[in-house]
């Protein structure tokens, strides 16, 4: 089974801390994709990857950056958190080509105080 | 991409059939209909997809509509954990890259 892993289910963060979340998936996918999901706003793309070194912003990009050295690992940065972060953060990979799905991992929620 | 609209909540019985509708009149040619479930606390998961025929696996059925505007996910017998938010998703395919489009999806009950 395909498996993606975000580093931290829960998260507790200062406002203006450089904050890293990590996201490993193990079937070689191509794509790799950051959400966030805020109540009554569904889920919202950050940033994706088609490829390593390869980045494209989301609907959401402001205040974030990515990080892709790894085929298998996605990382999403916050420079200088802000409590208007604080959210549920999943990151999701899948192969490229046509009929495919794409796998999301559990969730990490961030808090920003 | 092409929009989709889905009611925001529907009910359902235990042991009744669910049937969840999507519309996406403006749906290209080369765009499928993906469905994903997020059950509370959890990553979205994949159900279904389907381009123009109706699709059946072990967990759902997908009726596309022959015009392709609408179409209408079927968990024939609902259980308490099928309770969740569910997302229609038209899927753009472009060379080299994939990106999903998440709506609010509609929060399904499944009550006793």
């Known amino acids: 089974d395909v498996k993606v892993t975000q580093s931290s289910r829960y998260l507790v963060k200062r406002t203006g801390e450089k904050v890293f979340l990590e996201c490993v998936q193990d079937?070689?996918?191509?794509?790799m994709f950051w959400y966030r999901q805020d109540p009554g706003l569904g889920l919202r793309l950050i940033y994706f990857s088609y490829d390593v070194k390869m980045k494209e912003k989301g609907d959401i990009p402001e205040g974030y950056s990515v990080s892709r050295e790894k085929k298998e690992r996605f990382s999403l940065i916050l420079e200088s958190a802000s409590t208007n972060q604080t959210s549920m953060y999943l990151c999701a990979s899948s192969e490229s080509g046509e009929r495919t799905e794409a796998f999301f991992g559990q969730g990490t929620r961030l808090t920003v105080v | 991409d092409a929009k989709t609209t889905q009611p925001p909540s529907m009910d359902c019985a235990e042991g009744r059939a669910a049937n969840l509708p999507c519309n996406h009149s403006t749906i290209s040619g080369n765009e499928y209909v993906y469905w994903y479930r997020q059950i509370h606390s959890q990553g979205p998961q994949y159900i279904i997809h389907g381009l123009k025929n109706n699709e059946t696996n072990e967990m759902a059925s997908l009726i596309i509509t022959e015009d392709r505007k609408s179409s209408t996910l079927i968990l024939p017998h609902a259980t308490l954990r099928d309770t969740a938010v569910y997302y229609c998703?038209?899927?753009?395919?472009?060379?080299?890259?994939?990106?999903?489009?998440f709506g609010t999806g509609t929060r399904l009950l499944v009550s006793p």
């Open positions: 998703i038209a899927h753009v395919m472009n060379t080299g890259f994939q990106k999903l489009v």
């Open positions: 079937m070689d996918h191509e794509n």
